[in-house]
């Protein structure tokens, strides 16, 4: 169960940061191709991206809302402590995938 938990964190963070970094490269490499800046691409795109990131590696925002409901029913802490521990793990992922970027194209992300 201990073990699972982990390797689910592992997923979670490299999740979101694959969707969130993948999503602004390519999508980077779409506006150089259209004429675009691609860097200034990349910068918007890791904006609108990063709460599908989230969601992307929590599996999806209806499983994490009826988990948290039976955790609640039940009065299961520990089910709630992990739901909430691959929500703030998922947002590190997307957050590190952000940085990332910013250090690649030197400009500041708000």
Do not use: C, H
Not at 17 to 40: R, S
């Amino acid at each position: 169960m201990i073990r699972d938990f982990f390797a689910n964190i592992i997923l979670d963070f490299a999740i979101a940061f694959g969707v969130l970094l993948g999503g602004a490269l390519i999508g980077g490499l779409a506006a150089f191709l259209v004429g675009k800046a691609p860097i200034l691409e990349m910068i918007e795109l890791a904006k609108k991206l990063k709460i599908w990131a989230i969601v992307a590696a929590i599996g999806g925002t209806f499983d994490t809302i009826s988990n948290f409901e039976r955790s609640f029913e039940n009065g299961a802490t520990f089910e709630i402590f992990k739901q909430l521990t691959y929500i703030f793990v998922a947002i590190a992922g997307a957050n590190t995938a952000i940085i990332l970027i910013q250090w690649l194209s030197q400009e500041q992300i708000d």
